[in-house]
T-cell receptor, first 115, second 109 residues
């Protein structure tokens, strides 16, 4: 089965700094998404990462705060900018594989703690 | 608005059977998903239902009734490793996934 790798898996960040999370898939994928899961909460979609164009952001999320790149069909990055303690969360890359219908698969997640 | 309802927490005994319910109200329907999420880990896909009826996969089964906006996940022969959160999610007419808050399942010996 295909592998979805995220880096870093865990980090402790200083308030006001920015961190970029990488998502690498070992096969080409149709769609890539970035989710956030705050402590004790369910999943919230941040944006859909579009290959070769700007990401599509959900209500409450903006490009300045969460810039996203997707240079090709196997890789994407999410940057969490100017972090505050409220950004402490799990950030999850997820993908839909060709021929898998609508099923979303998740990377291992990046656990960020902002201090 | 769109919403997914599932119990916050359930407790069951090792070796027993447990049913986790999920009701939904969404704008259209393109399938219902169940995911398992162990503490400190990412969600993993369990099942997908788009037609009414029961889908069985080993110890896990998932049922869907579209007319009732209802699904359940049935776990048989419970093992301690089944202690996890179970997330119900519905894909609406715009192919957006609407997530439930998850049901934390506690298995006791």
């Amino acid at each position: 089965s295909a592998v979805i790798s995220q880096k870093p898996s865990r980090d402790i960040c200083q308030r006001g700094t920015s961190l970029t999370i990488q998502c690498q898939v070992d096969s080409q994928v149709t769609m890539m998404f970035w989710y956030r899961q705050q402590p004790g909460q369910s999943l919230t979609l941040i944006a859909t990462a579009n290959q070769g164009s700007e990401a599509t952001y959900e209500s409450g999320f903006v490009i300045d705060k969460f810039p996203i790149s997707r240079p090709n069909l196997t890789f994407s990055t999410l940057t969490v900018s100017n972090m505050s303690p409220e950004d402490s969360s799990i950030y999850l890359c997820s993908v839909v594989f060709p021929n898998s219908g609508n099923t979303i698969y998740f990377g291992e997640g990046s656990w960020l703690t902002v201090v | 608005g769109q919403n997914i309802d599932q119990p916050t927490e359930m407790t069951a005994t090792e070796g027993a059977i447990v049913q986790i319910n999920c009701t939904y109200q969404t704008s259209g329907f393109n399938g219902l998903f169940w995911y398992q999420q162990h503490a400190g880990e990412a969600p993993t896909f369990l099942s997908y239902n788009v037609l009414d009826g029961l889908e069985e996969k080993g110890r896990f089964s998932s049922f869907l009734s579209r007319s009732k906006g209802y699904s359940y996940l049935l776990l048989k022969e419970l093992q301690m490793k089944d202690s996890a959160s179970y997330l119900c999610a519905v894909m609406d007419s715009n192919y957006q996934l609407i997530w439930g808050a998850g049901t934390k399942l506690i298995i006791k010996p």
